[in-house]
């Protein structure tokens, strides 16, 4: 995702925001690191100081060995390999943070190998990634075209193509397996390259497209959040939150990812409260609890026969109750242990000293008075 500010020119430079090959706007650096270090000198091992961090397109990023020694800046555009040919992808990070990030992501740099950085972006190069760029609006139509002709099931979210234009790479979403074998034939045929297709679940396409949530803010997916951990529903009641799938689901269709964030706080609140589910006994019945507020400790329980009377107990009185009744023993009832807030009435007083807002409402008959006295003396 790029924004439209960001036209390069000739050096791979942003002509909109000038940014050194980041955007300024933050539409087309999605996942991006603030190198704290890049003042300072690489200590320790220097195993990682040739591995370049490249940035593709919609966020995705690939590490790159940076064998040929090459002076590269944040923000230059590379030419590296790939399996077959080259991309084209911008520098995003280098120094101390690579180890980092690759221990982030559960990456050996001993294991692994890594692809070769071939040079830096010449204008001819430059030239052919961006015509690619530009072909894959209309290639996502056209593909999303052939796949409905063909009655498959399966919904084409994105295309990227390679940086020599050797390779198009489709992401599609599918609820289960799809045969695209005859799609592959059709799409190869008629736009004349490699075909590569992908399938990548609904967090991930979020993440690719973008887009802002109900919170007013970007999706966590597309800026800072880097895995997807699965969510469920027992997330919502820990929270005391009504299931409602309207509100609680993103624009993936799954639930938000952002009910995990509170998740551990509520768990260890809730260590101290009793079960929802649990029964007080009573000279009088049995007391169901009906409300939980874990922020002010307090419970809300009610008289199976009286539905209507709300009793508050806090969370010691409610423990102290039910090991009475772990003892076989009952309590009078739950009023010697409720406490019921008093309301209070609030007085609003003009603090600022302006006036009063009902000062129009009498109507002042000043003016005419005076214009009787001066008739009255003529």
């Given at each position: 995702?790029?924004?439209?500010?960001?036209?390069?020119?000739?050096?791979?430079?942003?002509?909109?925001?000038?940014?050194?090959?980041?955007?300024?706007?933050d539409g087309c650096n999605k996942l991006t690191v603030f190198d704290w270090l890049s003042n300072m000198e690489p200590l320790g091992d220097q195993e990682h100081?040739?591995?370049?961090?490249?940035?593709?397109?919609?966020?995705?990023?690939?590490?790159?060995?940076?064998?040929?020694?090459?002076?590269?800046?944040?923000?230059?555009?590379?030419?590296?390999?790939?399996?077959?040919?080259?991309?084209?992808?911008?520098?995003?990070?280098?120094?101390?943070?690579?180890?980092?990030?690759?221990?982030?992501?559960?990456?050996?740099?001993?294991?692994?190998?890594?692809?070769?950085?071939?040079?830096?972006?010449?204008?001819?190069?430059?030239?052919?990634?961006?015509?690619?760029?530009?072909?894959?609006?209309?290639?996502?139509?056209?593909?999303?075209?052939?796949?409905?002709?063909?009655?498959?099931?399966?919904?084409?979210?994105?295309?990227?193509?390679?940086?020599?234009?050797?390779?198009?790479?489709?992401?599609?979403?599918?609820?289960?397996?799809?045969?695209?074998?005859?799609?592959?034939?059709?799409?190869?045929?008629?736009?004349?390259?490699?075909?590569?297709?992908?399938?990548?679940?609904?967090?991930?396409?979020?993440?690719?497209?973008?887009?802002?949530?109900?919170?007013?803010?970007?999706?966590?997916?597309?800026?800072?959040?880097?895995?997807?951990?699965?969510?469920?529903?027992?997330?919502?009641?820990?929270?005391?939150?009504?299931?409602?799938?309207?509100?609680?689901?993103?624009?993936?269709?799954?639930?938000?990812?952002?009910?995990?964030?509170?998740?551990?706080?509520?768990?260890?609140?809730?260590?101290?409260?009793?079960?929802s589910n649990s029964k007080i006994l009573t000279e009088k019945g049995i007391a169901f609890c009906q409300k939980i507020d874990i922020f002010k400790g307090l419970?809300?329980?009610?008289?199976?026969?009286?539905?209507?009377?709300?009793?508050?107990?806090?969370?010691?009185?409610?423990?102290?109750?039910?090991?009475?009744?772990?003892?076989?023993?009952?309590?009078?009832?739950?009023?010697?242990?409720?406490?019921?807030?008093?309301?209070?009435?609030?007085?609003?007083?003009?603090?600022?000293?302006?006036?009063?807002?009902?000062?129009?409402?009498?109507?002042?008959?000043?003016?005419?008075?005076?214009?009787?006295?001066?008739?009255?003396?003529?």
């Amino acid at each position: 995702m790029g924004c439209s500010s960001c036209s390069t020119n000739s050096n791979g430079v942003p002509g909109g925001c000038k940014n050194n090959g980041t955007c300024g706007t933050d539409g087309c650096n999605k996942l991006t690191v603030f190198d704290w270090l890049s003042n300072m000198e690489p200590l320790g091992d220097q195993e990682h100081s040739k591995v370049i961090e490249v940035r593709f397109k919609n966020g995705r990023k690939e590490y790159y060995n940076n064998s040929s020694d090459l002076t590269i800046s944040i923000g230059d555009l590379l030419v590296v390999k790939a399996e077959k040919g080259h991309d084209v992808g911008y520098a995003t990070l280098k120094g101390g943070l690579i180890a980092l990030q690759l221990k982030k992501k559960k990456i050996n740099s001993k294991t692994t190998k890594f692809l070769e950085i071939s040079r830096k972006a010449s204008q001819r190069d430059i030239d052919i990634w961006t015509r690619a760029r530009e072909r894959e609006e209309d290639v996502k139509k056209k593909s999303r075209q052939l796949a409905i002709s063909l009655n498959l099931k399966m919904k084409i979210s994105d295309v990227e193509f390679q940086g020599d234009d050797s390779k198009v790479t489709f992401y599609y979403t599918a609820p289960g397996r799809v045969d695209f074998r005859q799609l592959i034939r059709d799409m190869a045929r008629q736009f004349n390259t490699r075909i590569e297709m992908k399938q990548i679940g609904l967090r991930e396409e979020a993440s690719r497209l973008g887009g802002i949530g109900s919170c007013g803010r970007e999706l966590c997916c597309s800026t800072w959040l880097t895995d997807f951990r699965s969510v469920t529903t027992s997330a919502a009641r820990y929270q005391q939150l009504s299931l409602n799938p309207q509100k609680l689901a993103g624009q993936c269709g799954k639930l938000k990812c952002c009910l995990n964030y509170e998740l551990d706080f509520y768990q260890e609140a809730l260590k101290d409260f009793p079960k929802s589910n649990s029964k007080i006994l009573t000279e009088k019945g049995i007391a169901f609890c009906q409300k939980i507020d874990i922020f002010k400790g307090l419970l809300w329980f009610v008289y199976k026969d009286d539905s209507v009377t709300w009793h508050q107990l806090s969370v010691e009185k409610a423990n102290e109750i039910l090991k009475i009744n772990a003892k076989g023993d009952k309590i009078e009832s739950l009023e010697q242990y409720a406490t019921y807030e008093t309301s209070t009435d609030v007085n609003f007083e003009n603090v600022v000293g302006q006036d009063s807002l009902t000062r129009f409402d009498k109507k002042n008959n000043r003016y005419k008075n005076k214009k009787k006295k001066v008739w009255k003396k003529a």
